[in-house]
Structures are given as C-alpha cells and as structure tokens.
C-alpha cells in the first residue's frame, strides 16, 4: 500500500462545486477499489466500490474513474454539499490466496466543503 | 449491510494494562478483521479473525501484544496488552471482504497515558 504521512492531502471547494479525489494505488494485483467517508468520531463509511473489469462506476452523486495503467483511481463528488466534508480514502484488495479479504487504505484526503 | 457495534467507544488507560475492545455484528458473518488507525493516518489492518481457526496477523502485529478471540460468528474481540502511550490509535473492527463491500464499526478510540 501506500506510505502514510502525518499530513494528509487537503482539498477545499465552496458548495455546489465538483470535487474530485485521487489516489494512487501500488500493487499492480490489486482487482477490487473501494472508496471510504470517514467523519470526524466515526468509523469509514462505505460510499462506492469498482472491480478491475470496468473503469467506470457511477453512484448517486459520485462516480469512480479506475486506470489500471498508470495504477490511479479518483472518485468525482458532484454538486458538493457541506455534508461530504471528511477524510476519504481509497482502499484496495487482492482477491483470492492468502490476500482474500485485506484491504490495503491510501493516505486520505481532507476535504473540505466551504458553504 | 451489516450493522457493527464496538464496545467500549472510547477509554483512557494507564500505561502496563490491557484493554479488551469488542465487536458484535447483526448477522452471521465469516470475516471479521481488526484495523488500527493511528492519530491523523490512515488504516492499518492488524488481524484477519475467521470463526473456528486462529487469527493471522500482519507484518509488525504478534499475538501477544493484540491477541483475538473470535467464538462465533457475530463476535469477536481484540486485546490491547501491556499498552503504551504508542498504542494510542482508533480500533476498528470490520466485516465482509473478498470482492464484498466491507463495512466498519464505528471504532474504539483508546488513549494511553
């Protein structure tokens, strides 16, 4: 997985704007992404999810983008609420063997959502 | 999804002791796995805890330090032991995994002094 800092990206958008999140991931193996919200006290929120056979997914409001050439997954927020400010991290997993099930998280990024 | 609940939610322990943190799911479940999240990073998988075999753990996590119990399968624990101010982090636990969504209690957060 990736290397983790004590400082995480941040991104700041004003309400209503787009966002868009990026994450690099590194095991080439890696077939399945998930992207997590995480707010301030609370667990990870599961907000949407892609398998390696597609590099398209769309949500409501969100959309996930997978290229697996240059290993790089974003996740696009549409219209941003104050609601979606939080740390979001991208995760990634290795089918099968003795991987089944790991999930291996980026850094986070910090976003924030100016009213 | 599953709903998980951790217990305690949070705890401020003294250095040398150990905590015992739980995790109960609303339905029957084969995964269950522990994260640490330490202050401002990001998560860390320390155990796969499957029902009926013992827990693997991850590279720079050993039994002796977090051992797990895991006697059904819609409960498991996960033990701090001899702890130190290092051991200060959320503790999450979660279930599914595979190609499943895999979905998160809402953590212990422990705080060692």
């Known amino acids: ?115 | 999804s599953a709903v998980i609940s951790q217990k305690p939610s949070r705890d401020i322990c003294q250095r040398g002791t150990s905590l015992t943190i739980q995790c109960q799911v609303d339905s029957q479940v084969t995964m269950m796995f522990w994260y640490r999240q330490q202050p401002g990073q990001s998560l860390t998988l320390i155990a796969t805890a499957n029902q009926g075999s013992e827990a693997t753990y991850e590279s720079g996590f050993v039994i002796d330090k977090f051992p797990i119990s895991r006697p059904n399968l819609t409960f498991s624990t996960l033990t701090v032991s001899n702890m130190s101010p290092e051991d200060s982090s959320i503790y999450l636990c979660s279930v599914g995994g595979g190609q499943d969504t895999q979905y998160f209690g809402p953590g212990t957060r422990l705080t060692v002094l």
Request: charged share 15%; glycine share 10%; proline share 3%.
């Open chain 1, 1 to 115: 997985g990736e290397s983790v800092g004590l400082h995480l990206p941040t991104l700041s958008v004003q309400e209503g704007d787009n966002s868009i999140i990026n994450c690099a991931y590194s095991n080439s193996a890696s077939d399945y992404f998930i992207w997590y919200k995480q707010e301030s006290g609370k667990g990870p929120q599961f907000i949407i999810d892609i398998r390696s056979n597609m590099d398209k997914r769309q949500g409501q409001r969100v959309t996930v983008l997978l290229n697996k050439t240059v290993k790089h997954l974003s996740l696009q927020i549409a219209a941003t609420q104050p609601g979606d400010s939080a740390v979001y991290f991208c995760a990634e997993n290795i089918a099968g063997g003795t991987s089944y099930g790991k999930l291996t998280f980026g850094q986070g990024t910090i976003l924030t959502v100016h009213p």
